[in-house]
């Protein structure tokens, strides 16, 4: 069975200092993943995705995030955490032969001045 | 720019009243999708369409039924509202047939049932 489970629901980082969300997956096929962020009273917007070429995936707004098969993990990383990135993150994966996305159930970003 | 609009952002309606919630794409997908999201539980999927006049149930369809007759409309329907389902849906859409596509949502509707 496809899971997914973020690890953390609030993070809490300073303005400046690196951002760190934790996503790990369980699936029986290769998968697809994907993180999106959600600001409030806002759909989701997509930051990147994984799609089994290079493991390291670049985001947009300074994002990005390592797919790691060996600890079925795909972490989101940010090297220096702005005001602006407070908001609430989802980690979503997908398989081949199925329609079906795999939400986690979120981690919300505070960003402390 | 790729949009998805819902047509309420707020609805409030009482228990056992009908609800429509429509969603429109402007991408020419595929598939699309509708959502609840509750607090703590991410979002959970209640029927997907990958094609028009299709329809797949999701992990939480009890209550809820769809209707897709045109490719770039999807709409979810409450046939009878309780108060369990108020809640926040959102709609997206994805094209193709592959796993590498990521989904576009929208805004979102804010459903209270009282």
């Known amino acids: 069975a496809q899971s997914v489970t973020q690890l953390d629901s609030h993070v809490s980082v300073s303005e400046g200092t690196p951002v760190l969300l934790r996503c790990n997956y369980s699936?029986?096929?290769?998968?697809?993943l994907f993180w999106y962020v959600q600001h409030p009273n806002k759909g989701l917007q997509l930051l990147l995705k994984y799609t089994s070429a290079a493991t390291l995936v670049k985001g947009i707004n300074g994002f990005e995030a390592e797919f790691k098969k060996s600890e079925t993990s795909f972490h989101l990383t940010k090297p220096s955490a702005h005001m602006s990135d407070a908001a609430e993150y989802f980690c979503d994966l997908t398989t081949s032969g199925t329609y079906k996305y795999i939400f986690g159930t979120g981690t919300r970003l505070k960003v402390l001045a | 720019d790729v949009k998805v609009t819902q047509s309420s952002r707020y609805l409030v309606k009482r228990t056992g009243e009908k609800v429509f919630l429509e969603c429109v794409q402007d991408m020419d997908h595929e598939n699309m999708f509708w959502y609840r999201q509750d607090p703590g539980l991410g979002l959970r999927l209640i029927y997907f369409s990958y094609d028009v006049k299709m329809k797949e149930k999701g992990d939480i369809p009890e209550g809820y039924s769809v209707s897709r007759e045109k490719k770039e409309r999807f709409s979810l329907i409450l046939e009878s509202a309780s108060t369990n389902q108020t809640s926040m849906y959102l709609c997206?859409?994805?094209?193709?047939?592959?796993?590498?596509?990521?989904?576009?949502f929208g805004p979102g509707t804010r459903l209270t049932v009282t």
């Open positions: 699936s029986s096929y290769s998968p697809s």
């Open positions: 997206a859409s994805s094209g193709g047939q592959g796993i590498f596509n990521e989904q576009y």
